[in-house]
């Protein structure tokens, strides 16, 4: 475990990455800048969860109400985690935050998250299905690099960006359900994947993006006039 004395004001991101015997975290309770609760690290004020202890062998892990933000690195490598459930509240997951958590099977996201940072699901390597939040604007790039069974994703009305090589490395995608809301889609956002389909509005954003990557498109839903 990993105490913390009360004149600690700064923790970085990624501090404890890598540190995977590391089962709890602990601080007084009048520690004025953090929190404990179970044993996962929080500040003062419950909006940031600060990290999670990589050593934890426990297979699901509620985020408490209240929490805004997952930080950058903060459940790195959490190879025992299948399943995180996430508070209405999150508004956003900051880059690296759940990178090579490889037991993490499915992700249902709030619809309060608006921001997905850059390779915050990295080399999730279980991954096979992930529910979008209504609310979601931007999927920063890398954020699913390499989820390798990863067969398909619908993304929201209201999405505007997703970012260069956001789902790279799927090599089981074979269905992508892009808005017409959608303005920019980055470099290599989706693999060379022999039977990849992308699917939206005739005349969107999303046929022009096909079109020039060479992806197959099949038009559904209202054309964009």
Known sequence: SAEFPDCLQTIVDGAFSGCSALQSFSASATHPVFRVVDGVLFTA???????????????????PDGVETIPASSFLGCSALSEVKFPKQLKAIAPHAFIGCESLTSVALPDGLTLIGDDAFEDCVSLESVSFPSGLKVVEPGAFGGCVKLSSVAFPDGLKTLGDE????????TSVEIPASVEEIGRRSFPRNADLVIRGAAGSYAETFAAEAGIPFEASGEPVE
């Open 166 to 173: 956001a789902f790279s490395r799927c090599e089981s995608l």
């Open 45 to 63: 004020d419950g909006k940031t969860l600060v990290a999670y202890p990589g050593g934890r062998k426990a297979e699901t892990y509620r985020v």
